[in-house]
T-cell receptor, first 112, second 114 residues
């Protein structure tokens, strides 16, 4: 199955800086979602952007979606040490059952 | 906290054995999806249960099977365990079927196969 692919794979930033991650995918989608995972534990849903949306905000998070380029970006502004985690994009490719295809993830380390 | 629980937290098995993992969905959710996450990788979709019926399956062999109960909790069974089955197994609940809806993940079960 097609999967999102995040770029870059690992990111190390200072607290207060912004972190940007990109995700590309290969097929048409219903929506794209971003999840956070701390230390190999459960996934926490961050934000969902539908295929007819171009940008969405949630708190310090900003997500963009470019369906013509089949890509998305996640921006975390004013990062905090607690933002240290792995971030995954996942696409709902319209199988009709909300099945998600995940990318490999971005490891983000925020240095206090 | 998502309200989705999984048991056990950790499990160690040997090759050839069978394992059952359990998931309790969030209250009001009728759909449970199971994912396998190998170390350093993203989760891979195994299958989904909607109202006690399988509703989609990923690229996993038949020795991966599941059940959903009338209270919408679910089990994942893996027979004839292989070393490559070592992974974090995640379940996610949602209001489901064909709806596009946020999935709420449990904390996972870490399975180690020796």
């Amino acid at each position: 199955s097609q999967q999102g692919e995040e770029d870059p794979q690992a990111l190390s930033i200072q607290e207060g800086e912004n972190a940007t991650m990109n995700c590309s995918y290969k097929t048409s989608i219903n929506n794209l979602q971003w999840y956070r995972q701390n230390s190999g534990r459960g996934l926490v849903h961050l934000i969902l952007i539908r295929s007819n949306e171009r940008e969405k905000h949630s708190g310090r998070l900003r997500v963009t979606l470019d369906t013509s380029k089949k890509s998305s970006s996640l921006l975390i502004t004013a990062s905090r040490a607690a933002d240290t985690a792995s971030y995954f994009c996942a696409t709902d490719q319209g199988w009709g059952n909300n099945r998600l295809a995940f990318g490999k993830g971005n490891q983000v380390v925020v240095i206090p | 906290e998502t309200g989705v629980t999984q048991s056990p937290t950790h499990l160690i098995k040997t090759r050839g054995q069978q394992v059952t993992l359990r998931c309790s969905s969030q209250s009001g959710h009728n759909t449970v999806s199971w994912y396998q996450q190998a170390l350093g990788q993203g989760p891979q979709f195994i299958f989904q249960y909607y109202r006690e019926e399988e509703n989609g399956r990923g690229n996993f062999p038949p020795r991966f099977s599941g059940l959903q109960f009338p209270n919408y909790s679910s089990e994942l069974n893996v027979n004839a365990l292989e070393l490559d089955d070592s992974a974090l197994y995640l379940c996610a609940s949602s209001l489901g079927g064909a709806r596009t809806d946020t999935q709420y993940f449990g904390p996972g079960t870490r399975l180690t196969v020796l």
